[in-house]
């Protein structure tokens, strides 16, 4: 529990001695460049400085223009690491009750994140389209079609929201499979470990060749793409037999 107290306590004071001034810096210049790089460079120095060690493959496959990336979600250990190895700022579609946390709820805001109402349907809804014109002016975002973590490291089904935002904004979709993390810390667990957190770039996948009438093809796809790319022990059961370990 040492290595979960030095980043909740280095954390804690990091935001409040840099969170105010960066917001209003922020605020005057109307750009969130700054505290975006200076937020996910403290949480990755936390996070490196308790042993987790973040291994980063298939750069390479990422497109040069907006795409929306979508991600396993084993742990709480597995953001950091995913949003610390994206070579570029993204927006993230995250819960509405994440603004209320004070410093960082508004600098989320500011950095163009979407809240998203799970208890709504309409404002739900009403999100998913505010991500699909954000995509269409230019930011790329993150997303976990799984809507919740993994209780197992398992990939799970897929929500169908993130295709249809893909679908809508006509942007590739970038898996990636991040393996390792439900190792580091489980899921209802705030015991952090050392280890290895592996994060895989997939080759993209067009949406614009899609319609709506085919997102169920797309988000089946986009998932045995992720699931190819995961060790054994956290490929879905469905999938499990038919694709070979990664390299």
């Known amino acids: 529990m040492l290595r979960t107290l030095f980043v909740a306590v280095f954390l804690t004071l990091y935001t409040l001695l840099l969170g105010p001034p960066l917001l209003l810096y922020s605020l005057a210049v109307r750009d969130a460049d700054l505290i975006y790089r200076v937020g996910v460079g403290g949480v990755m120095f936390a996070v490196r400085a308790v042993g987790v060690k973040i291994r980063v493959e298939g750069l390479e496959h990422i497109p040069p223009g907006?795409?929306?990336?979508?991600?396993?979600?084993?742990?709480?250990?597995?953001?950091?690491?995913?949003?610390?190895?994206?070579?570029?700022?993204?927006?993230?579609?995250?819960?509405?009750?994440?603004?209320?946390?004070?410093?960082?709820?508004?600098?989320?805001?500011?950095?163009?994140?979407?809240?998203?109402?799970?208890?709504?349907?309409?404002?739900?809804?009403?999100?998913?389209?505010?991500?699909?014109?954000?995509?269409?002016?230019?930011?790329?975002?993150?997303?976990?079609?799984?809507?919740?973590?993994?209780?197992?490291?398992?990939?799970?089904?897929?929500?169908?929201?993130?295709?249809?935002?893909?679908?809508?904004?006509?942007v590739a979709i970038v898996p990636i499979a991040c393996s390792g993390a439900h190792h580091v810390m489980r899921k209802r667990s705030l015991r952090i470990r050392p280890g290895e957190i592996v994060v895989r770039f997939c080759p993209p996948i067009d949406a614009s060749c899609y319609t709506f009438e085919r997102r169920d093809e797309l988000n089946a796809l986009v998932r045995a793409a992720l699931a190819a790319a995961l060790p054994a022990d956290q490929r879905p059961a469905d999938l499990a037999a038919t694709h070979t370990s990664p390299a």
């Open 66 to 170: 907006p795409c929306l990336f979508v991600a396993n979600h084993t742990s709480s250990a597995d953001a950091p690491a995913v949003v610390g190895s994206i070579p570029r700022r993204v927006a993230i579609l995250l819960k509405k009750s994440l603004l209320k946390i004070p410093i960082v709820g508004q600098a989320f805001a500011l950095a163009g994140f979407v809240p998203v109402d799970r208890s709504d349907h309409e404002s739900a809804m009403a999100s998913l389209e505010s991500t699909a014109q954000a995509l269409r002016n230019g930011t790329s975002f993150l997303v976990y079609p799984e809507g919740t973590r993994s209780p197992d490291g398992r990939l799970q089904a897929f929500k169908k929201g993130a295709v249809v935002m893909a679908i809508n904004a006509g």
